[in-house]
């Protein structure tokens, strides 16, 4: 099973709410990544996370703020959004951190109001 | 970090005709490329990937060809049809699973 989801598949929020993300897979993965995507753009790297622990910080601002409960799921806190934060967010996962596949989720589609 | 460039940016083919796509990159210690396909309000799918001490690969239609010396990758999509319309993307990964995505090329099949 090579299936990465996430949830919500849309989430509508103002710019003082707090919010969650959630992403999760089962394949074993012990790197999972956090993705933006502005439409018609690659995907730009937001975070890493390698064996639970937090690997690469891609200089994001703090509103945003990963967790790594376990090795099967990742959240992805939000608070005090922007409206230029809307995008779709993608979760992403690897057996690890040598040169290895990365499978994304559907991602979640956030707008920021 | 990595500088990935990807051309074309737009491409139109007729049905059954054949597509390129290429991407350039800087680091010559990357050692991953994978190409990934996304329809629209899709995820992207992975669709070919190649590793660096090979030189091509082919999975049906598509194929991918790297050139480690000149330091670039291509996909090749032979027999194109309306369902192979998307954006594609290529990226670069290095020692640490980073991945460095092209800016995408947005390929319409004319049936």
């Known amino acids: 099973d090579t299936e990465v989801t996430q949830t919500p598949k849309h989430l509508v929020m103002g710019m003082t709410n707090k919010k969650s993300l959630k992403c999760e897979q089962h394949?074993?993965?012990?790197?999972m990544y956090w993705y933006k995507q502005k439409a018609k753009k690659p995907p730009e790297l937001m975070f890493v996370?390698?064996?639970?622990?937090?690997?690469i910080n891609e200089s994001v601002p703090s509103r945003f703020s990963p967790e790594c409960p376990n090795s099967s799921l990742l959240n992805l806190h939000l608070h005090a959004l922007q409206p230029e934060d809307s995008a779709l967010y993608l979760c992403?996962?690897?057996?690890?951190?040598?040169?290895?596949?990365?499978?994304f989720g559907p991602g979640t589609r956030l707008t920021v109001l | 970090g990595e500088n990935v460039e990807q051309h074309p940016s737009t491409l139109s083919v007729q049905e059954g005709d054949s597509a390129v796509i290429k991407c350039t990159y800087s680091?010559?210690?990357?050692?991953?490329f994978p190409w990934y396909k996304q329809e629209l309000g899709k995820r992207p799918q992975l669709i070919i990937d190649?590793?660096?001490?090979?030189g091509e690969k082919k999975d049906q239609r598509i194929a991918v060809t790297l050139n480690k010396t000149a330091k670039h990758f291509s996909l090749h999509i032979t027999e194109t049809q309306p369902e192979d319309s998307a954006v594609y993307f290529c990226?670069?990964?290095?020692?640490?699973?980073?991945?460095?995505f092209g800016t995408g090329t947005s390929l319409t099949v004319i049936p």
């Open positions: 992403a996962s690897s057996q690890d951190l040598t040169t290895d596949t990365q499978y």
């Open positions: 394949m074993g993965h012990r790197a």
């Open positions: 996370y390698s064996y639970e622990k937090l690997s």
């Open positions: 680091d010559s210690a990357s050692n991953y």
């Open positions: 190649i590793r660096s001490n090979v």
């Open positions: 990226a670069v990964g290095d020692a640490g699973n980073q991945f460095y």
